[in-house]
């Protein structure tokens, strides 16, 4: 309900059974941002936004806002907006009666009451359907009524699970600009699960990544998106491309990999001395097919499957190696093309392989036939 | 017309009906339908006209001399004065049991059982019970005269009581299994939305659960009603039948097989069946003002 300057998790942990869902997230959120917790399926997300809601009790750790403990109050207590991925609308409630539960529930003036709700039936135009029920509005509609039900209270923290994940492409972009658009023009702090990256990278000033219950990196979309933190946080931000590989030759954040046969320059990621078993991560838009005369990191290929997607072409590619790449670009091209790859050695990342049970769904690899 | 002229109508025809919601498969009701038809409407309207052709009078007298007599006409008093309470008090005490049981938790399996097992032990074992326990020299009693609470045992057998302990104790497992599928039902993320919003958790019961449960209770009650205003065999053995617990049944029960005068004994089944029409027809009346649509749980 007060707004706070600061709401800080501090190794919050949650278990199922024997089975850990969220291992030590540590984060702290100031107030007016826009995170997204992002990761695959089953990775903890809901169960972060639950914790954080009060829908399930913390097996470890504890939440702060400013210098009071919350993780200890019950739901109704926190006065949180949850945006549930179902929407869990009220269904024999009208959309009014829905957007103004919060507010009802707070015992404000009758006048206050009616005035807001207006103003957030508005703020979402859904001003022709107030006296509907859920059961009888579309799929973007009942996703701005949870919307307005969940920000209509001024919550100080909203929280939002695949708001969107139930509803087509077009809506989904249009919906994206009008949750950023409703955070800003109401100030609000708003913490979004997805697992989508691109919605992730467009709404979010700061990124959480998790992996298997454990944050792997915090930051903001464009470190994110130029420099993942490890090949698994690189394999869900779009770099398509992963092969395994060892280095010749590491010098500084320079790395020499030996892969496929082929020697590849790249940016050093992380922690690996000479010799160590490497992953090297590519974007597909980082391939450029206009390689002939590059010296380095030239790889020779042939077209093998084109899939038409407006401006860009995404293609499939097998160098003469045998090893099979993902690029896209704007250049014709078509199957069964000889052409001259080229990644520029800024765009080429190495990480550390880490355990081989993990690496062992790559590329293959002359790593694998040591 | 080609070939394909027979078939096109004909799958035509199908679609309008399908759209009245009229479906050809229905046909395979027909056995079902011709065994309710026998077993179910035929002795309804055999009682029907044999209740309008007394052995003296005009074509009502049977009812008139239902309705003129107080000792017959109290029995339908008597009967709603213990159905009506029965049912209603299994519906609210199915309520906060089933909310509590709607989750999952250790044991569910075994309390379900316990609270369920009435069911089968039928009513004249439940009669038995109750003698045993709530009976002048039962348990219940003895304990109640050994800590010297009372001087004289409490009369809860033989009389309005012990009827009603009855029909509570065979009607409750019915309105608690109904009263947990409703809840189950009810999408269990709704109280967790409201609980975001703000609801304590007696809130989020009368705003969202209460409201998306109360047809299931409308229903439940109409069943346990009907159950209950039929009672015929507690009220014999653990009630006081020729007092006040002379309840509607007993009266047809009487003029059918102690008069044998059938066509009253209709009369008498069909001002019974009547009462229960108008009490149901109420309360569903009732339950058409809620909202009845998806609650999008389990189902
Ligand atoms: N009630 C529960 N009981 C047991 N395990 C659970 C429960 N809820 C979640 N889990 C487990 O915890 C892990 C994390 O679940 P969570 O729902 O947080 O995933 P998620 O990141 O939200 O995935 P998705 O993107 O598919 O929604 C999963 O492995 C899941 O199986
Ligand atoms: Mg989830």
């Known amino acids: 309900m007060s707004a706070f300057s600061q709401l800080r998790l501090d190794g919050v942990s949650r278990r199922f059974g024997g089975q850990d869902a969220l291992t030590d997230l540590d984060l702290t959120i100031e107030t007016g941002e826009f995170i997204a917790l992002l990761g695959p399926s089953g990775c903890g997300k809901s169960t972060a936004l639950n914790c954080l809601a009060g829908l399930l009790p913390l097996t470890r750790g504890s939440i702060w806002q400013d210098e009071r403990r919350i993780d200890t109050l019950p739901p109704e207590r926190r006065g949180f907006g949850m945006v549930f991925q179902s929407y869990a609308l009220f269904p024999h409630l009208t959309v009014r009666a829905n957007i103004a539960f919060g507010l009802r529930m707070r015992r404000l003036p009758k006048e206050e009451t009616r005035r807001r709700t207006a103003e957030a039936v508005r703020l979402v135009r859904l001003e022709d359907h ?13 996703q701005r009524v949870a919307i307005a039900r969940a920000v209509v ?16 492409a077009k809506l989904r972009l249009e919906m994206r600009t009008e949750i950023r658009r409703l955070h800003q023009s109401l100030g609000l702090t708003t913490v979004y699960v997805t697992h989508d990256q691109e919605e992730a990278l467009s709404l979010a000033d700061r990124l959480v990544v998790l992996r298997e219950g454990r944050v792997q990196q915090i930051g903001s979309p464009r470190e994110l998106h130029t420099r993942p933190a490890n090949w698994h946080v690189a394999d869900f ?33 992380g922690d690996f001395a000479d010799h160590a078993d490497v992953v090297v991560a590519v974007r597909p838009e980082d391939i450029r097919v206009d390689g002939a005369g590059e010296t380095s990191n030239a790889l020779s290929a042939t077209i093998e499957v084109v899939e038409y997607q407006g401006r860009e072409l995404a293609a499939e590619a097998r160098t003469d190696t045998g090893q099979s790449l993902h690029l896209r670009t704007e250049q014709r091209i078509a199957p069964g093309d000889q052409v001259k790859l080229a990644i520029d050695p800024q765009r080429l990342l190495v990480y550390p392989a880490g355990a081989t049970a993990e690496t062992d769904r790559l590329a293959d690899t002359p790593a694998a036939t040591r | 017309m080609s070939a394909a002229g027979p078939g096109r109508p004909s799958a035509h025809w199908r679609h309008r009906l399908a759209e009245r ?40 007298s049977d009812y008139a001399r239902f309705f003129s007599d107080a000792y017959e006409r109290g029995t339908i008093w008597i009967t709603l004065r213990i159905a009506l309470p029965a049912a209603l008090l299994n519906v609210l005490a199915a309520v906060p049991i089933a909310y509590r049981m709607r989750g999952r938790f250790r044991g569910k399996r075994l309390v379900t059982t316990l609270l369920v097992v009435p069911i089968t ?72 939305a409201a609980a975001t919003l703000g609801a304590d958790w007696r809130r989020r019961f009368t705003r ?13 009650f109409c069943l346990t009603f009907v159950l209950a205003f039929s009672v015929f065999p507690s009220a014999v053995l653990v009630g006081n039948p020729a007092g006040e617990t002379r309840v509607i049944s007993l009266a047809a029960y009487q003029a059918a097989y102690e008069q044998y005068d059938y066509p009253y004994a209709s009369a008498i089944a069909m001002i019974m069946g009547f009462v229960e029409l108008v009490v149901i027809a109420v309360v569903l009346a009732a339950r058409s003002r809620f909202y009845t649509g998806a609650t999008g749980g389990k189902g």
């Open chain 1, 130 to 142: 107030v006296d509907k029920l859920p059961g009888q509005l579309s799929g973007g509609q009942q």
């Open chain 1, 153 to 168: 209270f001024e919550p100080s923290l909203v929280l939002m699970d695949e708001p969107l994940s139930n509803l087509d």
């Open chain 1, 237 to 269: 931000m779009g770099y398509r491309n992963l092969w395994r590989g060892r280095v010749a030759r590491r010098d500084g954040s320079r790395a020499t990999v030996e892969s496929s046969g082929q020697r590849l320059l790249g940016e050093a990621v």
């Open chain 2, 21 to 60: 919601g009229i479906d050809r498969q229905l046909i395979l009701l027909v056995p079902a339908l011709v065994f309710v038809i026998a077993l179910f409407l035929y002795p309804f309207f055999y009682g029907l006209s044999l209740s309008f052709q007394p052995t003296d009078g005009g074509p009502f």
């Open chain 2, 121 to 192: 032990l039928g009513t004249v074992l439940t009669a038995q019970g109750l003698l045993n326990f709530l009976g002048p020299t039962g348990w219940f009693n003895r304990i109640l005269l050994a800590t010297h609470l009372v001087d004289e045992p409490v009369r809860l057998t033989h009389n309005y009581w012990g009827v009603f302990f009855s029909l509570v104790i065979t009607g409750f497992p019915f309105a608690f299994l109904l009263v947990l599928s409703y809840l189950s039902g009810i999408d269990p993320t709704l109280e967790r």
């Open chain 2, 208 to 220: 969202i659960t209460l409201p998306l449960l109360m047809p299931g209770l409308a229903t439940t």
